[in-house]
Structure formats: structure tokens, C-alpha cells
């Protein structure tokens, strides 16, 4: 970090590209949700889909970088067509972690993804969005009938042998969480997941999220004084880096921002960023928002 | 630099003092020349006191894991980092029986630990650490840590074999060089495969850099450590791991080719 008056916005270099994103599906996505953060649609093709050749060019340059872990995420990763075979491919560099909203999957792709999980030493991960524990809490904010066609998904992923981590955005006043959680564990379970696994997030008060809500506030900023004792490893541009079709961007939540995009390569992107959005602050509050719960991102 | 030829390593005690004097006696019979620690001496079993005695009798050097961090430096909590509420009401608990019981003296010692400790191992050079060599509460599980991620530690550590614990279940991955990455396992609970014994490692020097690494299965009295849990009122769900060999909290962390080899 490089700065010296309190106010100012404070810089953070990448420590090691622990986690390496990429933007398979562009921005296209067979959903609408109002609290997007990229305004995803079947109709935004604002980011294109990355090809599987593209793909293998950044594992392999990933390599002498060191890095542990890939994610996927779109849009709906699963709208590219090639996404079995990167998913099938990535497991023979690292684990991969792919973030879908479960209405899409066909059976055909699970078997193949399954089967290439379990002649691999790494695991696959399956993060499945659900905003809640009913059609009344989810549909409202992710469209008619996404919670039937989201918990098929579900579903199938169960039958197929995966344990999909199920992520929703907080969109609930956090006095309510036990119970919330407590409900959507009851709600999977009688749905046949015996196990349940979720992670939730805050909600990011970017793209389609503005209009539900009302964005940042100016002073809702991270500053050099903030930093200070602060463990910057909770902050994701710290450790990560996300491949779009513009280049190689500092994280998957402000790929819209023009000054996001880093440089063309791994290694040009390893350069710091400043943290001057108002979704930095939110990454700052909350800590380690991106990565899995078996990472130990997140600090007590 | 200390040189040996064998050594016993030991991952999370975990207070499980049963275990940990079977497995200081099986390894004295296969011939360690030194015994090391990888933290984390207290936590889930009973009387955490119980199990510096032997640390000190033994002269069991130990690095500092992130629950004698924690202990020793009276922080509100273990730094497991949990977020599911159940695994943070079993996490507290715990946590707050060991502070209660673990003595002044033992947590300053604990305090005192270091991050890491490095020796020889005939010609290889060994770096013994808690979570990663870069964070005492890093989880390496094999399933999500890539081969290039502890090429890169390697290098960057300058160690031919990096050794940690914290995630509770050993594996070892070979590298570029002959180098080594091996999770130790704990000591302190059996790894979740429905069986109550628990491991240790045992790393061997051969004639040239080759290093041997043994996994060694300790079976203890699993059923009297059982009851000294009960009579301590500790849950249990931790009584019911240590007699059934399945994990039954702190579940969350667990990567899903790990969790799907437990029961739960």
C-alpha cells in the first residue's frame, strides 16, 4: 500500500495470484436478477464468452505464477458451449469452482464432470445462487419461477454426487440471519440435500443492485486510515485476478470499470489498484467475499 | 540447523493426551531421533493442561498453530474462521473450556512459540509449519491446493520439504526436485474416515536426497478419552467423533471431495 494522508485512497498490490477468475460467459445470462452487480441478461453482450483455447492459454501461463485455485463465473457459465470441456480441462491444472444459478444443467454434462472429478486429485465445485428459502423471497429477485427451476438444479447436482455450496446475497436485514439460514438448511434438506452447504454474501450495490437499492454513499469509501492494522489478505484484489475478453482485470465485481482492466497478461496485471469504489468498501467491510469457505480467506 | 535422520512429527493435539503418549511411544520404538509439534495443543479434548508434561519431558519442540496463538495471547477467539453458526457455537465452546483450563504458565509458553521451525533432514532441509509457511491459518487441502501453488511455497521458502497441519486429514504431494509438500495429520481426532485411530508422520533421510514419508496410525483408548470428555461436559457431538471416527462439526471448511468422504 503507497499513500500518506489518511484521506486519501489507499493502493493494494497483488501479494500472489492465489485465485485466477475467469468471465466464461461474458455478461449473457437466461436470467434478469435485480441485484446483479454487472446487470446480466440474455440480451447483454457488453463481455463475450471465453473460447476453451483461450482458456488453456491462461492456465498455462498460470502455472509458473503459482496459482491455486480457478473460478468460474459469468453471466451463466453454462450458456457456453464449451464450458464441460474447460470445466474437464481445468481439473487437470487445479481445483475449479464454477458459479452458476442451476437452471441450465443437463444430465450428460454432470456425468462427464463427475466422472472427471473423480480421476482427479482436485475437487469441483459447484456454487449455486438461490436468494432465498421460497418462491415468494427468491422469484421476486430472480425472476418468475427461478426458485422450482433453480432447486431442480439443485437437485440434479445431489443425484450427480456434487455438494453444490448454495450462495444467496444477503437481501435480508442481518437481525434475521439464524433463522433465514436456518429455514433455507430445512427447505434443502426436506428438497433431498441432506447436507447443505451455503456461503452468504453481502449484496453489491452496483448495476442492477442500484436501482433496488440506492448505491454507495460518497463517503461509503475505503481510506489510507482504514488500512491501517487491516489485513489487506481479506480484500480480493490482494490475491486475485480475473480473465475477461478485455484482458486480464483486477476482480470480478468491477469489470465494468474501465481502470479495472490491468494489463494483457498475468503478469502486467500484477500491478496494484486503487481502491477508489464504493464496492471496495463493501469488499473491505466483509472480507474474503469471493472465494470458498474451505479457503481460509476469511479471518475470524 | 539441527540435523536428524528421522522424526516424528506431530500435527493438532487437540488436548488428546491419550494419543499423544501412545504415539511419542510408537515413536521412540521406530527410532525418531527427534519429535516435533506442528501447534495447536489445545482445543476439543479434555484437560489441555494434561499434555505439557510430556511436551516438556519428551522435549517436543513445537511451532505455534492458530489456536495457541489464540490461547496464549487470550484473543477472543480460535481464528478458524468460521461463518456457519453452528460450527461457531461448537468453536466457542471449545474454545472457551480450553482458556478456562489451560494454565497461566502454558499460555505464555504457548505465546512464545515460533511460526516456523527448520531443520536438516539428511541432506533435504525441512520447514515445519502451522497453515502455510505464509499464514497460520491457511487451510492446504489436497483437493484445492494446485501443484504449482507448493512449487511456488517451495521456492519461496527456500525448503526442500514443507510440512503443515490444521486441516485435520494428512496427504503428501511429490514435487519438481525431489521436493516434498506432506499434511502431518493430527493427532488430536481421528480424520473423518470412520475409524477412531489417529496419525502421525514419520519422515526418514535415505542414502541420497530422497526423503521417505511414512504415515503411522495410532490407536489409543479412544473409549477412556470418551469418558473424561463426558465427565467434563464437552458436546457431544465431539464425544461421538472420537468413538466413531466421523466429523461431526466445523463441517463448513471442508472441500467437497473431502466432505463427501464423511458421513456427514
Redesign the interface.
Known sequence: MTATNNNAIPRVGLS?L?HLWFQVAGTLCNLTCHHCFISCSPHNDFFGFLSLAEVKRRLEE????????YYFTGGEPFLNPEMTDILVLTLR???ATVLTNGTVLKDEWLVRLRAA?ELS?????FRVSIDGFSPEVNDPIRGEGTFARAMRGVTKLVEH???PIITAARTWPIER??EV?GSFCKMLQAAGYS?P????LPTLQLGAETGRTCGYAPEERVTTAMMEDFDQ?QLICEHSRIVTDRGVQVCPILIEAPESVLGETLVESQRPFVLSHGVCWTCYQNGAICS????????? | MPEHRTVALFGGIYANHLALAAALADAQRRGADAIYCLGDLGAFGPHPDKVFPLFKEHDIQSVRGNYDDSIGNERA?????????RDNYFAELSYDYTMANTSPPNRAWLKNLPSEIRFQLGAASVLLCH?SP??M???L?????????L???ADEHQADVICNTHTGIKWQRDLSRNRKFVNVGVLGRPENDGRPHVWYTLLSAGDSREITVEFIPVPYDHDRLAAEMRAERLPEEFIATILSGWWTTC??????????RGR?
Open positions: 500472489h492465489d498460470s502455472i509458473p505464477l503459482g496459482v491455486k485455485e491444472y487445479g481445483p472429478e486429485v482436485y475437487a469441483l465445485e454426487g456434487f455438494l440471519e439464524q439460514v447436507r452447504r451455503l456461503k452468504i489478505s470458498n469457505p474451505s479457503s481460509g480467506d476469511k479471518d475470524a | 477467539d480460535c481464528q478458524c474462521g468460521y461463518t456457519d453458526p497453515g505464509r499464514k491459518n491457511e487451510f487441502w489436497e483437493s484445492t491446493t494446485s501443484t504449482q501453488f512449487e511456488y511455497l463441517l463448513e471448511v471442508l472441500p467437497a471431495k473431502e466432505r463427501r456427514f
